[in-house]
Antibody
Framework: EVQVVESGGGLVQPGGSLRLSCAAS????????MNWVRQAPGKGLEWLSD???????HYADSVRGRFTISRDNAKNLLFLQMNNLRAEDTAVYYC???????WGQGTVVTVSS | DIVMTQSPDSLAVSLGERATINCKSS????????????LGWYQKKPGQPPKLLIF???ARESGVPDRFSGSGSGTDFTLTITSLQAEDVAVYYC?????????FGQGTKLEIK
């Protein structure tokens, strides 16, 4: 079964950092680009970042310079390092592969003092 | 960046009737190299991850009921739900995955009249 499971969310103060993880299974992880997408409370879906199979990365303007995407193909893991977090980063964060067909349940990030 | 604009923002349709959601991209998402439109449609229900309904603008994802269909090319796209069922109440999003940032439309909330 194709599956991704996000983890690492939590409550963090403004200016703080979190590292999200996404564990993939059931497909050849190294062959796919992977993405992070979020949904803030009451808002729509927002694409954040992708990393290709060759580890080329792209970011949305809203997170460029603060978030870093990376992957470990040996362990089938995707990461999102989030620094200098702001209240507006509060959201459910999802990972998904480049076919866009497989999404985890998401991990909740709350940025608040 | 490619801006995705959906219409309407909300829609109320009677059970068994047709629902039509439109999506317009600010530039073409049709690739000349493979003649494919890099456009997907998703269903989003509260507390659940996005569900891919349609990819390549008109290809139905496996397991998606055939009352869901996608059409259009270039910059103008449509998601049609024939014979609306109660379980179709959700927010629907289009997304272009042609060029990063892979922007989503703002969403269309579908309700039962």
């Amino acid at each position: 079964e194709v599956q991704v499971v996000e983890s690492g969310g939590g409550l963090v103060q403004p200016g703080g950092s979190l590292r999200l993880s996404c564990a993939a299974s059931g497909f050849t992880f190294s062959s796919f680009s992977m993405n992070w997408v979020r949904q803030a409370p009451g808002k729509g879906l927002e694409w954040l970042s992708d990393i290709t199979d060759k580890s080329v990365v792209h970011y949305a303007d809203s997170v460029r310079g603060r978030f870093t995407i990376s992957r470990d193909n040996a362990k089938n893991l995707l990461f999102l390092q989030m620094n200098n977090l702001r209240a507006e980063d509060t959201a459910v964060y999802y990972c998904t592969r480049s076919r866009w067909d497989c999404w985890g349940q998401g991990t909740v990030v709350t940025v608040s003092s | 960046d490619i801006v995705m604009t959906q219409s309407p923002d909300s829609l109320a349709v009677s059970l068994g009737e047709r629902a039509t959601i439109n999506c317009k991209s600010s530039q073409s998402v049709l690739s000349s190299s493979n003649n494919r439109n890099y456009l997907g449609w998703y269903q989003k229900k509260p507390g659940q991850p996005p569900k891919l309904l349609i990819f390549w603008a008109s290809a139905r994802e496996s397991g998606v009921p055939d009352r869901f269909s996608g059409s259009g090319s270039g910059t103008d796209f449509t998601l049609t739900i024939t014979s609306l069922q109660a379980e179709d109440v959700a927010v629907y999003y289009c997304q272009q995955y042609y060029i990063t940032p892979y922007n989503f439309g703002q969403g269309t909330k579908l309700e039962i009249k």
